[in-house]
């Protein structure tokens, strides 16, 4: 035997009241969640940016390697000639 439940108009609709205001809450997580997954993969992509007097560092690094290769290619060059 089914028992049919019977609901007021009224019921039904605060029943699918409550079913859209749970869609809506579990959308509103979701989105939550993929900001928190955002905010995480920004901040973690900052932390991995160096600083400007690291740049400076590694340029410095850089010209100072650039310099003794052009002093060592001229050098070879005119044992050369």
Not at 29 to 40: M, P
């Amino acid at each position: 035997m089914i028992i049919e439940e019977k609901f007021t108009k009224k019921e039904e609709d605060d029943i699918e009241f409550q079913e859209a205001l749970e869609d809506r809450f579990k959308g509103l997580e979701d989105e939550n969640k993929d900001l928190k997954e955002r905010l995480h993969e920004l901040t973690m992509g900052q932390n991995v940016l160096p600083t400007k007097g690291e740049l400076n560092e590694e340029i410095a690094s850089q010209r100072e390697s650039f310099s003794r290769l052009r002093a060592q290619l001229m050098y070879s060059w005119s044992c050369s000639t």
